[in-house]
């Protein structure tokens, strides 16, 4: 449930994009990622595939999949400023290339779903929280070798608060013009029979 509207002064300024951007959110996931669950061997790379040679090394791809709004939007105004926020599940997919793959995805779950992450997240940024993930899945990979490899994906569920600030309208800037006055009959209508 959203919090009703409220009426305090914003000292936020104006912004027209939302924050915290993807490239925030990503960059928080990622350095949660090697901080805290991905094995020192392993590399970890934001974005889809694109041709390029894959590392030498075992990799993660990661990317976001999904945004989904949670409930309305919240208004807070402030005095020259209106604060919509609104919270967001964003999903975001490991696509996880070596051996042990599966484990590793495993590995990366099981600390996800853990209060620890949410602490975590809470220590660096007040407005995302890990919230759930999905099932591994096993797909076949093929190199360009034609050589097979483990492959798994797993997608990571994100809350994220939402914000985005613009300008309000004010009772000081608001101009008025004058109406003029039109003579009316004096005599009453006589009633629709």
């Known amino acids: 449930m959203v919090p009703p509207d409220s009426h305090t002064p914003d000292p936020t300024e104006v912004t027209t994009q939302l924050i915290p951007t993807e490239s925030t959110i990503m960059h928080m996931v990622g350095d949660w990622l090697t901080e805290v669950a991905l094995p020192a061997d392993w590399a970890l790379i934001q974005g889809q595939q694109n041709r390029l040679p894959p590392p030498a090394q075992r990799f993660i791809v990661m990317q976001t999949i999904t945004r989904r709004p949670l409930a309305t939007n919240r208004h807070v105004y402030g005095h020259t400023t209106t604060t919509i926020t609104q919270p967001v599940e964003l999903a975001i997919q490991l696509t996880a290339y070596g051996d042990d793959a599966i484990t590793t995805l495993g590995t990366i779950s099981t600390l996800w779903r853990d209060p620890a992450a949410v602490s975590w997240f809470q220590q660096k940024r007040d407005d995302m929280?890990?919230?759930?993930?999905?099932?591994?899945?096993?797909?076949?990979?093929?190199?360009?070798?034609?050589?097979?490899?483990?492959?798994?994906?797993?997608?990571?569920?994100?809350?994220?608060?939402?914000?985005?600030?613009?300008?309000?309208?004010?009772?000081?800037a608001l101009s008025m013009s004058s109406i003029r006055e039109v003579d009316l009959p004096s005599q009453p209508l006589s009633p629709i029979s």
């Open 129 to 172: 929280a890990p919230l759930n993930t999905g099932s591994i899945m096993q797909h076949s990979f093929i190199t360009a070798e034609q050589q097979y490899e483990d492959s798994a994906t797993l997608t990571l569920l994100l809350i994220i608060q939402t914000r985005l600030c613009r300008s309000a309208e004010t009772a000081l």
